[in-house]
């Protein structure tokens, strides 16, 4: 039996080649699910006249942001997939590549295996930026839905934000599916030659959405919340406000466009890691079970998920007592989260029929119950440190009693402890993965990481429906407050209560969703790590060099890349701070002087909205192009000038010191906006200072304001720079190898090299702290 050469080709069996060809059906299934429930969520109503202007304005603005971030990042795209050509042509094709091409011949060799990593490197960029371009579209349709189903029912409107979130969700599956199986399919054994360009291409995309992304978003909500809520004592959302629309723009643009993009390149790489580690076992044992389960695991995972997704609005719906009132939800997060129970069930149970019919070996259902297991821990693990209902915020809200100073130190001391437990949760799944394989080898466990990776975000149609659901959510919450602020019936007080409800969950679930990201981007890097020590011996080995086996610490340059690796995540972390700070000055001052304009308090006059959402817009182009040459220069430079195993370490102290700052910045800043809205839900009284407008609610606005762009912005973005860094590096190893250790001419040319790209890392050191022009007309 033969199936589109997968026998003959690549030696599959016939049930290899039915699973192969079953995935990619799969991929198309979850493509087509993904378009059933866009159609399930036109057809709800857009509400009243007064609701479709304010959701016009988010659609205009949001369109025009990423239409202008396109424009500014294909250039710098442009270079780098002629690079990506180019870089072939230097070092000898791995041998993976001239066993499966040796009829071409090496200049043969050499350009098939340039076209397959540039195509898909601009496959992977395309994918990333559809689910991001898609996702963000998908969003605003349904937020003002959202809000109209909400003078209906909770259950209603979290349907259509839910369903909404969980379309992304399945494009990611679906697109990130197909791409890896199709360029297994094509390229067999060498096809870690492509799939480095797949996952750079996907990596790079999402550090370009999550930067300019979150630096708009940021910008604006903290503008608006600084002025609005703490200077004029106005609501969140008050029309009055003229930061408001760039506000609701930046949800969308930064938490959907960018999250989305963000969780499908760490969906990409899982799948890159898993793939590349698989070979080196099938070269090493000629079974091809090592990289055929992983594909009919993300298969599974995709049908999981849509079982699960389709059960969130059901929860709600069980009766409250009997036989089946245990399956009752009370509320929206449990309703999310049993759905992902359902989903991690049933790929649990099929994962451990697979390991032991198919690949006889059950511990491969254990690390992919590790993986899945590991996804459900961050649930209750991070629901813990920002859920309204948890110890950890109610002690922030209490600390608001004595003003900003404390509650920001408390905020800190909630985001601190939960990085760590979040990281002795990695741990404990490594620690597990080494039991399992350590009697095989050093390379079993780390393809056993990458399995896991793989079972954590088997379920990412879930997981990128409780993120995306979060903007909606806010962005449907936001456009009830425009259009109804001067309604006070008691329907309307009842459709702002659950909007607010659904709204507090969303940022539980944001924060779940961040974990979950930053944990398998910490696993996918790990795994890549593995890759670029292998990569790395095996050039070693054709040059006739020493063979890298591991990189020693006690190394005085491997030492320097490592405390050089520590530090990176900072400088971004600084950076991407800075600029919405100064970006969110521009808005304070913009939104003050608008407040000025008679007749604008009184409701008489409409601001200038447009305005504001020019200044985040021109904020965040200004990073976008710096921050990603840093990330992708850095790693280049030190490896030329101090080796390939100093480039080990570097590698190494970025995995560490960004997991540990991401995680941090997520849980604080949801925290303290957790803390702020328990504050809003109080009755207001300014003499028991209860409630909006007391000086407790000042002082979580001030939190939250803090911890938003740490939350939204420089959080986020340590995921996706991760993955570049390591990806660049393992694009680069077999060029470093050869060049880093020349002498004579070539040690100058080198050298120069070097130097040049640290000039221009500089250069966008230097441009990213610059300050921003002030724009006169938008």
Partial sequence: MDILWLGSRHGLNAFEQIAIVGVVITAFISLLYAWLLRGNVLKKDKGTQKMQEVWNAIRVGADSYLNRQLKTILPLIGVLTIALFLSVYVVPPSLE??????????????????????????????????????????????????????????????????????????????????????IFTIFGKAAPDALLGFGFGG???????RVGGGIFTKAADVGADLVGKVEKDIPE?????????????????????????????????TIVSGLILGLTLVAATGDLKWIVYP?????????????GTFTVPIWENMPKKGLFGFLHAHDAEEAMFRSYEVSSVNTILWAFLLASMYAHDWRMGALT???????????????????????????????????PATT???????????????????VISFVAALLLYRNDGAVYVLYSVAMIGIGMLSHTGNNVAMDSYGPISDNANGIGEMAWHDMNDDDTKKARQIMADLDAVGNTTKAITKGVAIASAVIAAVSLFASFITDVGRVQTQLGMPVLESIRVSDTAVFIGFLLGVALPWLFWSLSIKAVSRAASLIVLEVRRQFKIPGLMEGKVTPDYARVVGIST?????????????????????GLVLGVEALGGFLAGIILSGQLLAVFMANAGGAWDNAKKSIEDEPRDLVANTGKGSERH????????????????????????????NLVSLLAAPIIVKYSGASGVTQWVVWGIALVMLVVVGWAIVRSKAKAKEIDEV
């Avoid at 979580?700 to 340590?718: E, F, H, R, Y």
């Fill in 97 to 182: 590549a001239q066993e499966e091409f040796h009829a071409l011949g090496e200049n043969g060799i050499r350009l098939v295996i340039a076209i397959g990593r540039t195509i898909a490197f601009i496959m992977g960029a395309s994918f990333s930026l559809l689910v991001g371009q898609l996702g963000m579209r998908m969003a605003i349709q349904a937020n003002v839905r959202a809000a109209s189903a909400a003078r209906r029912s909770l259950n209603e409107s979290l349907t259509i934000a839910y369903y909404s979130g969980t379309i992304t969700g399945m494009l990611t599956d679906g697109l990130g599916l197909f791409g890896g199986t199709l």
């Fill in 203 to 209: 990596t790079l995309l999402a550090l370009f959405m």
């Fill in 237 to 269: 959302d008050d029309p009055r406000n003229a930061a408001v629309v760039a506000d609701l723009v930046g949800d969308n643009v930064g938490d959907c466009a960018g999250m989305a993009a963000d969780i499908f390149e760490s969906y990409e790489v």
């Fill in 295 to 307: 594909l009919i695991i993300r298969a599974i995972g995709v049908i999981s998920s849509i079982l």
């Fill in 369 to 403: 119950t590790i993986g899945v297991g590991l996804a459900v821990a961050y649930n209750p693990l991070t629901s813990y440190f920002t859920s309204t209902k948890r110890n950890p915020v109610k002690e922030i809200v209490e600390s608001t009693k004595t003003g």
């Fill in 408 to 426: 920001i130190l408390s905020g800190l001391s909630v985001g601190m402890e939960s990085t760590v437990w979040a990281l002795v949760a990695i």
């Fill in 618 to 638: 021109q904020a965040a182009q200004k990073e976008l192009i710096p921050l990603a040459l840093i990330s992708v220069l850095t790693p280049l430079a030190l």
């Fill in 698 to 725: 000042k002082a979580g606005v001030v939190g939250d304001t803090v911890g938003d762009p740490l939350k939204d912005t420089a959080g986020p973005a340590l995921n996706p720079m991760i993955k570049v860094v």
